[in-house]
């Protein structure tokens, strides 16, 4: 027999599709001998007739196609004409004894898929304050309608979930008269901090600071220590209180600036913080209220927003913390995770960084390779490295690192080397003394060096057209590798140029000449990026191109050979060699820029060929150059200004080349996986080709020699940890493992923010904010606002005028194009897609990493755009 009520107190245990997320909470609190005044759960059963007359209407259904406000208003109008059933009506009068002498209630929302872990309908149900036990039955509608609310019917559609399984349970419990209420959290929701709890805190009754008209006192506790860590106590000039007949009022608080809870009663809310959290096993919020000097629990539920941790990256409360850094947030520039196949082959590249053995994985080791993020352990970094080393490797890529660095050695620096440290290290010592002849060798003749590693980049490029499946695929991958290794050995090949333009800021300091010598670095014909955007620039201008009316027509043609031999020929050769670059282009799951024409197509339509930062960069450059000759000659340095900008211009590109064979290598294999996902699928192993990417590399393997061996549950096995991050959309550059995430200090300077300078130059514009790539086009002048970028993002950044970016430090991908290509940029604008709005006037200030939002009155100076870089 299905129960239509259940009290508080009940010694069943009723399930949450039976009473709601909320009442199930309540329930089993007041079983654990939480402090929960008394109540009971109207059940879903109970209004299962209006919901089996709702469902059957001409009103829901248009509500469930187009949840529009008129439609949901109109849906609701039907459900308040709605009676209670005799059966609702006998249960009603039996609450109604059972609720004896009490004379007011709260009438609260129960839905079942209400405070879960993956989804919150925080404030979007009504409640009911204050009523009297004759309005029940009413109030009781009220609540059970707001199911039907266009908020939450909007919400729900736009999180996909089922309209279809509306329902609803509804609380009527004890209403207190509280003087003072609030909300608490089991972590800290600024920092993400699992050892502090954070208290909110009011006059009244928890509804004001719910509704928003008050700024509560806030409080942080240490857990561990059990001590207040921090406190505000701000004004409170306004409170809700219960009317003693009934309702509620607001009023003026009689002393609004007083602290609202004794630091007593902040540590005993803290400790029913922690006590809701150690009985679920789960970061929770709570509703907490004081009444006649007691103290009541009203509400726990699981905290949706907040940044898990993979336990493997944990330590437990007490002990000494480690740090850790995204890799692929801060180097790569995006946040999702990497497939599984994709973090595997990853992971075989960072340990190829730099030679064998420098960069170990594992918990002793200085990279965590876990379900699709891969992270620099820097604690162990810190140790086995050097402080100073640690730093500086970490630092060029995250500005906390940087900002922090005394702070983070001394609170997160691990205490004892381990095996893979001294390791490390004796790696490092052996790829040192490898290379010293090689370096050597190169200053002697760096021209030599020059068309060595051009040819070696040759003959990659040849080998990897010859991998083919011809053998089980980790061998396939340690073949390719392989000849990675060798690119990878001479990588160094860059050094003289560095070593170049050293020579050429010292020939110069003092004179005032910095702007042209960063001029001088643009451009860089060795630099195999540049050659990409060059090479999209050429086709951009095509008039073939320019005839073409979109990507639809653009992949027909090129599909049907309908264009002109000489523009099919110079898209093959721009596809074939920079078709595996893009979005993503580390992973192997990653589809090719080569296999999607319309893409390709979207971004050469995208460059403006009349105006863009390629031409002004060119005629910059070869201005700078002959004034920085010029300059040399009056010193007597002419021959050793051109010998040394020579070698720059020869040499320091190939810092790109490792990247831009990584990508290639990492393409090949694409296509190679993909060949056998197509075997796997027709033996019926697989039921896509693309599941072959959620396997490991090892399970392929197996899987190519044993038939028997089961495809599916290794896949299904692998995805279980995805997926219980796949509602974490912005991930952390920076967590500690006791979840605390330190930001940069937001820094500003009159009316500006402070960043790190990037690429120098100044510069005004109106922003364009993009949260991906071609997201919308970038207009003549405008300044290019993003979280970060890779490859796919270079055609636009030969159409910016100035960029802005959250994270990412001088290498990071949008750093080096912005300084190749002259355009001013700024990194480390905590919030900047946030803070600025698309048009925004707005200075970039790359010389001194000042970005500034200017006031429509300058606005005239908007048509000025100035550079020192362009004088």
Known sequence: MKRL?????????????????????????ARAKFPVPDGLVF????????????????????AKTDPTQEHCDRLKTRVEAMAYTAEQLTVLNEVLELLGEEELFAVRSSSPEEDQSGNSFAGMYDTVLGVKKADLPKEIRVVFISLLDFRVMAYKSQSEMELEDASMAVIVQAQLDSEISGIGFSLNPKNNAYDEAVINASFGLGEAIVSGIVTPDTYVVDKLECKIIEKNVNLK????????????????CENPEAQCLSDEKIMAVAKMISGCEAYYGVPVDIEWAYAKDELYLLQ????????????????????????????????????????????????????????????????????????????????????????????????????????????????????????????AKWAMVKVAFTTLPMMIGMLINPKKQEILYTKLANEFMDHMRKLKTNQPFDQVVREGFGHLQIIMKHSVTYAPGE??????????????LEDEIAALQMLVVSNPTV?????????????????????????????????????????????????????????????????????????????????????????RKREAYEHLRNEAEKMGNRQKFEKNAEVYERLFGFRETPKYMVAVLIGRLHDLAMEIGEEFVRQGRLASVEQIFDLHLEEIAKAQGDSEFALTSAREKNLVPYRRVAHVKNWPTNIDSRGKIHYPERKTSGEGFVGESISRGIIRGRAKVLHAPYEKPIESGEILVTHATEPAWTPIFINAAGVVLEIGGILQHGAIIAREYGIPC???????????????????????????????????????AWSPLSK
Not at 5 to 29: C, D, H, M, S
């Open 300 to 423: 726990a539920r699981p905290i949706t927003a907040y940044i898990p941790i993979f336990p493997e990256m944990m330590t437990k409360p007490g002990e000494r913390k480690k740090i850790y850094v995204d890799v692929l947030n801060v180097s790569q520039g995006f946040s999702e995770p990497l497939s599984v196949l994709g973090l595997d082959i990853w992971a075989k590249v960072m340990g190829m960084i730099g030679g064998q053995g420098i960069m170990p994985a594992g918990e002793g080791g200085y990279l965590l390779n876990l379900y699709g993020r891969q992270y620099f352990n820097i604690s162990n970094l810190l140790k086995g490295m050097g402080s100073r080393l640690g730093i500086v490797t970490v630092g060029n890529h995250d500005l906390v690192i940087k900002e922090q660095k005394e702070k983070i050695i001394r609170e997160y620096k691990t205490l004892h080397k381990t095996k893979e440290m001294r390791e």
């Open 43 to 62: 059940t879903v059963d109970f209004f299962r007739p209006w919901l089996q007359e709702i469902k059957a209407s001409q009103e829901w259904m248009e």
């Open 237 to 252: 000039e306004n409170g809700i209180w219960l009317n003693a007949v009934g309702g509620v009022d607001k009023r003026q």
């Open 5 to 29: 009520f259940y009290p508080f107190e009940t010694i069943e245990n009723p399930q949450q599709a039976e009473v709601g997320a909320k009442a199930k909470a309540l329930i089993e609190l």
């Open 499 to 512: 070593l170049a333009m050293s020579r050429v800021k010292r020939m110069f300091k003092g004179k005032e």
């Open 531 to 619: 050659a990409m955007g060059k090479s999209q620039y050429e086709l951009a201008c095509e008039p073939e191109l320019q005839e073409t009316k979109d990507g639809e027509e653009f992949a027909e043609r090129i599909a049907s050979q309908e264009y002109s031999k000489a523009f099919l020929k110079k898209v093959e050769r721009h596809c074939s060699l920079y078709g595996d670059r893009g979005f993503k282009e580390i992973d192997i799951a990653t589809l090719r820029l080569r296999n999607q024409m319309k893409e390709l197509y979207q971004q050469l339509s995208r460059i403006r060929i009349g105006d863009n930062q390629l031409i002004r960069a060119g005629k």
């Open 826 to 864: 700024v990194s480390g604008i905590r919030e900047a897609t946030q803070m600025i709005q698309d048009g925004d006037l707005l200075e970039v200030d790359g010389t001194n990493g000042i970005v500034r939002i200017i006031s429509e009155q300058q606005t005239k100076l908007a048509s000025t």
